[in-house]
């Protein structure tokens, strides 16, 4: 991942966090139904989501302390 959005999300307020945490867990649950219909044509999608939810949520900790 660029150097430049990590940035960008470390950036974020907790607030926006959430909020993008939120639309990643959305983009997964729509993408695993297109999944099991045979309609997602890109399956890296998913693991995309993934990742970034996770780096969000490492953010959400670091913010924590």
């Known amino acids: ?21 939120l639309e990643g867990r959305k983009v997964i649950f729509e993408s ?3 999944l099991a219909t045979g309609q997602l044509e890109n399956t890296a999608l ?6 970034e939810i996770a780096r969000l949520k490492t953010f959400l900790t670091q913010k924590a302390k």
């Open 32 to 34: 695993k139904i297109k």
């Open 1 to 21: 991942m660029a150097k430049k959005k990590l940035e960008t999300l470390k950036n974020l307020s907790v607030k926006e966090m959430n909020q993008k945490i």
């Open 46 to 51: 998913l693991w995309k989501a993934r990742k």
